[in-house]
């Protein structure tokens, strides 16, 4: 069955880091382009970050910049999301995505997600 897992989020102070962790099963992550994508309370859903199969392009929205750092580890086969100098704005729900018919990172074409992970900046 293939399948993402986000994990790592939770409750941190602005300014504070949190890493998000996508675990993939039922198929080999490093073949696949792998985005993050955020939904805020009462807001669409937008991508924040995106890594191809070759590492070789990524993607950040321009609020992230600096600040959040997408990497992978295909010994685990597990795409990760580095968030420092957090920012109330950026609390949301964070998934992971990936399209298995190519390398897309928009959003339309991403066949499997995760369940999503909770982050919450707020003092």
């Known amino acids: 069955q293939v399948q993402l897992v986000e994990s790592g989020g939770g409750l941190v102070q602005p300014g504070g880091s949190l890493r998000l962790s996508c675990a993939a099963s039922?198929?080999?992550?490093?073949?696949?382009?792998i985005a993050w994508f955020r939904q805020a309370p009462g807001k669409e859903r937008e991508g924040v970050s995106c890594?191809?199969?070759?590492?070789?392009?990524?993607y950040y929205r321009d609020s992230v910049k600096g600040r959040f750092t997408i990497s992978r580890d295909n010994a685990k086969n597990t795409v990760y999301l580095q968030m420092n100098s957090l920012k109330p704005e950026d609390t949301a729900v964070y998934y992971c995505?990936?399209?298995?018919?190519?390398?897309?990172?928009?959003?339309?074409?991403?066949?499997?997600w995760g369940q999503g992970t909770l982050v919450t900046v707020s003092s």
């Open positions: 995505a990936t399209d298995l018919d190519g390398s897309s990172c928009n959003q339309g074409d991403l066949e499997v």
């Open positions: 039922g198929f080999t992550l490093d073949y696949y382009t």
């Open positions: 890594i191809n199969n070759n590492d070789l392009i990524t």
